[in-house]
């Protein structure tokens, strides 16, 4: 099992800055690509970015490229998002997302945070 805590979620102007971070604690954090993933209400759970076990693969959602960074630190198990220049579309439940899949295509999370709420207000 993998128990993953998010925070850092808030309420911001557009244009500002957030940054997510993500605490993973039970199997061993470093041998999983870890991701993130956001959600509004009455839509699906939609991918963000996602991050290789090692941190040399990134893969990113084509509305957060170039302002969305994440990044990882093993000795922390920790996974972070960096989000800059906010946008109000960027509202949402923000959740951390490790996967244990091989990761070839597209990244297929199997254990989720709980999620934390960004709001972006313009």
């Known amino acids: 099992q993998v128990q993953l805590v998010e925070s850092g979620g808030g309420s911001v102007q557009a244009g500002a800055s957030l940054r997510l971070s993500c605490v993973a604690s039970?199997?061993?954090?470093?041998?999983?690509?870890m991701g993130w993933f956001r959600q509004t209400p009455g839509k699906e759970r939609a991918f963000v970015a996602a991050?290789?076990?090692?941190?040399?693969?990134?893969s990113y959602a084509d509305s957060v490229k170039g302002r969305f960074t994440i990044s990882r630190d093993n000795a922390k198990n920790t996974v972070y998002l960096q989000m800059n220049s906010l946008k109000p579309e960027d509202t949402a439940v923000y959740y951390c997302?490790?996967?244990?899949?091989?990761?070839?295509?597209?990244?297929?999370?199997?254990?989720w945070g709980q999620g934390t709420q960004v709001t972006v207000s313009s």
């Open positions: 991050i290789s076990w090692r941190g040399g693969r990134t």
């Open positions: 997302a490790a996967s244990t899949i091989y990761w070839s295509g597209p990244y297929i999370p199997d254990y």
């Open positions: 039970g199997r061993t954090f470093n041998n999983y690509p």
